[in-house]
């Protein structure tokens, strides 16, 4: 029974190097959502998956971003050369079929430091 | 100017008050609005859920959806201590992957 799984919690990176932040949807969730939100702010959208359609990636505020999701499985966001800007807590979240017009179920986030 | 504005806050309020927490919006295109709880260093937690105009209840929850003005609210009755929390208003078009969040509101309940 668990809820949806973001590893690391905490990530302090130096400024140019790349990471990988991952995400475990809910088992059968087919949606997937990432976003990211800065301190005291609220969410911004940065990518969406649904089943096997072509990935909503609007959102990618660059090209340094991107994302991958295996099947409706686990999910990586990579960030290439990251910049002091990137610090934010990245935060995923699945639904499954029946709530699919929302973010149901959000994970507790990555919380990215760049220095 | 922000698609969605949502009062920053921060609200606070005696233990048994009745809160009002809203959110405004420019675009007509949206349908589904929602609102979520966060907790300090935590994710955001579903609350309410409504599609197009009109109300919904859920216990000591009720939200409230008024597209000719573009304004939604969240009324919480009889609040909690453990009502102390973010609140974050946010809103999708039909079909559409990305979710609008506003700001957020703190609101702390005092016993």
């Known amino acids: 029974g668990a809820g949806v799984s973001q590893s690391p919690s905490n990530k302090v990176t130096e400024k140019g190097k790349d990471v990988e932040l991952r995400c475990d949807p809910i088992?059968?969730?087919?949606?997937l959502y990432w976003y990211r939100q800065r301190l005291g702010q609220g969410l911004e959208f940065l990518i969406y998956?649904?089943?096997?359609?072509?990935?909503?990636k609007s959102g990618l505020p660059s090209d340094r971003f991107s994302a991958e999701r295996t099947g409706e499985s686990v999910s990586t966001l990579t960030i290439q050369r990251t910049q002091q800007e990137d610090s934010a807590v990245y935060l995923c979240?699945?639904?499954?079929?029946?709530?699919?017009?929302?973010?149901?179920?959000f994970g507790q986030g990555t919380r990215l430091t760049v220095v | 100017q922000k698609e969605v504005e949502q009062d920053p806050g921060p609200l606070s309020v005696p233990e048994g008050a009745i809160v009002s927490l809203n959110c405004t919006y420019s675009n007509s295109a949206f349908q589904y609005f929602m609102w979520y709880r966060q907790y300090s260093r935590k994710g955001p937690e579903l609350l309410m859920y409504?599609?197009?105009?009109g109300n919904k209840e859920d216990g000591r929850f009720t939200a409230q959806v008024d597209k000719s003005s573009k304004y939604i609210s969240l009324f919480i009755r009889d609040s909690q201590p453990s009502d102390s929390a973010t609140y974050l208003c946010a809103m999708k078009k039909t079909n559409a992957g990305k979710s609008t969040f506003g700001d957020g509101t703190t609101l702390t309940v005092k016993p």
């Open positions: 409504t599609y197009s105009s």
């Open positions: 979240a699945s639904s499954p079929p029946a709530q699919m017009n929302t973010e149901a179920f």
């Open positions: 998956f649904q089943g096997n359609s072509a990935p909503d």
């Open positions: 088992s059968g969730h087919t949606a």
